[in-house]
């Protein structure tokens, strides 16, 4: 049911989030929803909505220094890095519990993605981009160099988290993991643009003297956007690592950063719903390309090598296809598609 | 550590500084006429290497005559890039234009290996001669001279055509001024079409003549990320700082790669020196050796 106007009373009423009955209802089902993926999805197909929703808490972190603060960062990958890094270490060397490394996983890649931050006191835009960049390859090169930490080219092995006695072991209880942090963290992003904060990092964006005149200290929020991206960055890849029970250093190579700065150009820029399409669809067509690749060098095998390397350009050429014909990203097309229906079938 | 060893660092380093420079030049100048930061550069060398050894070694074509065909085919490709890819991304935010570039360079990569495969490939019969001469007691290969001298030849030719002929003239108007350019009867169009068609040219020669010293392998495009850190240092947009900086990062990379070797026993340096550098440069001087400094009023 649709309220044709706000009919809000009250303060509390106009802070909620998901403010009418219909999209309460909706969230409720979605909930529902993921909560039963693992009882549909099995094996392969679980691994997947696993790492979707790994890719999620990465992608919002993303946008909230890209998207809301509009500081480009081409180091997520190697931050997210850092992060698996730091809870292997923790967990597997010290024998810390993983409900601590996951947080000091994140703690540790906010204070690292702050130091790197540092560049963006003077610069913007491009340089910031090239900036970013380097600090990819430098992190990229002592993930492979420090090995009395990082076990250089062998990498780490490490474990899934337990409670009690009880082993988050499979990927089905695992995804129950995953889904708790990626739920809460989610919705605090979704809050933070809300608040002082949030609306501080959109006018740097917007207009950075103009923020800085009305008191808004652009360094200070220009360095708490990189620490707070890069402690999603940092919690995200801690959780991979412990998906994948094994941390090396080629799972945060450049392609990675490519690939969470895709996410976030085709879900949307500064927009939370978006790095969740986003992350659902870079994690997705990557999959879908090699079904298809694997089916047509099934039927024809003489071109199965050629195939197999045109997987990554196809990869790339969707990438421009997009920006060239949707350049506000998927979260644009969803508010088209809401807006039909919310007027359907008087569209006019 | 010998004076050997280090002259040989030197002359390495600058023969590597002079590709850079080549391809960093192609950088600035799409950078400096359309405000367009090209990722795809590195894939344009490899491109270019790639085409030049279809057509010396595959088909057989002498080599002067394979470097015209290197250069009409870059000079096709640039356009059609340019045309199809980046005119509709003209007055998108620079995020977009970075994915855009990026995701070109997959493309590129990705037709380079279905078609020559991830093998290394060498150039049969050697396009240069093979001898060594001696420079101050140090056997130089005369590859590495013709290919540093090749690169500096290419610097010079640009420097002279940017200052001097109609074309980089109206070039540099636009760069400065696209509007007032065009008002002034240059057709903004051609010019971003001539940047990238001049841009593909000289990193495909770059390739070609490092293709030639090492082979040429589908990780030519390394060589393109190389390039920021060989143009912060001279300043994004300019061509004089493209081509410092690049033989300046080559000879920084050879050298500490050198010195941390023999005195920390530490390898692999090179492959971030340029990196560590860039940093630095950005902290202390943003815009580089030479780049224009922009200031903003409100």
């Known amino acids: 049911m649709h309220y044709c106007g706000d009919f809000r009373t009250s303060y509390e009423k106009d802070v909620e989030i998901f403010q009418t009955p219909f999209i309460k209802v909706c969230m409720g089902f979605l909930m529902l929803a993921l909560l039963a993926v693992p009882f549909l999805l099995k094996g392969e197909y679980l691994w997947i909505v696993l790492q979707i929703v790994i890719a999620v808490i990465g992608a919002v972190g993303l946008n909230i220094l890209t998207g809301f603060t509009g500081q480009i960062s081409l180091g997520q990958g190697a931050f997210f890095g850092v992060g698996a890094y730091t809870s292997a270490y923790l967990t597997a060397k010290m024998g810390v519990s993983f409900w601590v490394g996951i947080p000091a996983a994140g703690l540790v890649t906010a204070m690292a993605g702050m130091v790197f931050g540092v560049p963006s006191l003077r610069l913007k835009g491009l340089y910031l981009a090239i900036a970013t960049l380097a600090s990819q390859f430098i992190l990229e090169w002592i993930f492979v160099r420090w090995e009395s930490v990082t076990g250089g080219s062998y990498g780490i092995v490490v474990s899934r988290p337990a409670i009690g006695g009880f082993v988050f072991e499979s990927d089905a209880s695992y995804y129950y993991v995953v889904l708790a942090f990626a739920v809460v963290m989610v919705l605090f992003a979704t809050n933070l643009i809300r608040t002082r904060t949030g609306r501080a990092f959109m006018a740097v964006r917007d207009h950075y003297i103009s923020a800085e005149i009305m008191g808004i200290s652009i360094y200070k929020y220009r360095l708490l956007s990189f620490g707070i991206s890069s402690f999603y960055a940092g919690v995200a890849g801690a959780l991979f690592g412990h998906a994948l029970k094994f941390v090396s250093s080629e799972q945060f190579n450049i392609g990675v950063s490519i690939v969470y700065l895709a996410m976030i150009i085709i879900g949307g820029l500064g927009s939370i719903i978006g790095s969740v399409f986003g992350a659902i669809f870079m994690i997705l067509l990557p999959k879908v390309l090699s079904v298809i690749t694997e089916a047509v060098a099934a039927d024809i095998p003489s071109i199965a090598k050629l195939a197999i390397s045109f997987e990554q350009g196809v990869f790339g050429l969707i990438i421009v296809l997009f920006l060239i014909f949707e350049p506000d990203g998927l979260a644009h097309r969803w508010k088209l598609i809401k807006a039909y229906w919310k007027l359907y079938p008087f569209s006019y | ?298």
């Not at chain 2, 010195?259 to 001087?285: H, N, R, T």
Request: charged fraction near 10%; charge should be neutral; proline fraction near 3%.
């Open chain 2, 1 to 298: 550590m010998t004076t050997q060893y280090l002259l040989q660092l030197v002359i390495s380093g600058l023969v590597v500084g002079s590709i850079y420079a080549a391809v960093a030049l192609g950088f600035t100048i799409i950078y400096k006429a359309t405000r367009v930061v090209n990722f795809a550069q590195g894939e344009f060398l490899m491109v270019g290497a790639y085409v030049c050894y279809a057509f010396v070694v595959q088909m057989g074509v002498p080599f002067y005559a394979a470097m015209l065909l290197t250069i009409l085919f870059g000079m096709v490709l640039a356009v059609i890039l340019e045309r199809l890819i980046l005119r509709p991304m003209i007055g998108e935010p620079i995020i977009s234009i970075i994915m855009v570039t990026i995701g070109l360079s997959l493309v590129l990569r990705s037709i380079v290996t279905a078609v020559w495969g991830n093998d290394i490939l060498v150039y049969e019969p050697k396009l240069f001669p093979q001898e060594t001469v001696s420079m101050a007691g140090v056997p130089v290969s005369l590859e590495f001279i013709w290919c540093f001298i090749l690169s500096m030849v290419l610097l010079a030719v640009f420097s002279v055509f940017f200052k001097y002929s109609k074309a980089g003239v109206a070039m540099r108007a636009t760069a400065f001024n696209q509007q007032v350019a065009q008002s002034m009867g240059i057709s903004v169009k051609h010019i971003f079409a001539l940047s990238w068609i001049i841009s593909a040219v000289v990193s495909g020669i770059g390739g070609v003549l490092i293709g030639n010293i090492n082979g040429i392998n589908s990780s030519l495009y390394h060589f393109g990320l190389k390039v920021f850190p060989a143009t912060i240092l001279g300043g994004l947009d300019s061509i004089l700082g493209a081509a410092l900086g690049g033989l300046i990062i080559g000879l920084l990379e050879n050298l500490s790669d050198g010195f941390c070797k023999s005195y920390l026993d530490l390898s692999g340096v090179k492959e971030v020196a340029p990196y560590v550098i860039l940093v630095i440069i950005l902290m202390i001087k943003p815009y580089g050796l030479f780049g224009t400094k922009e200031i903003e009023r409100v």
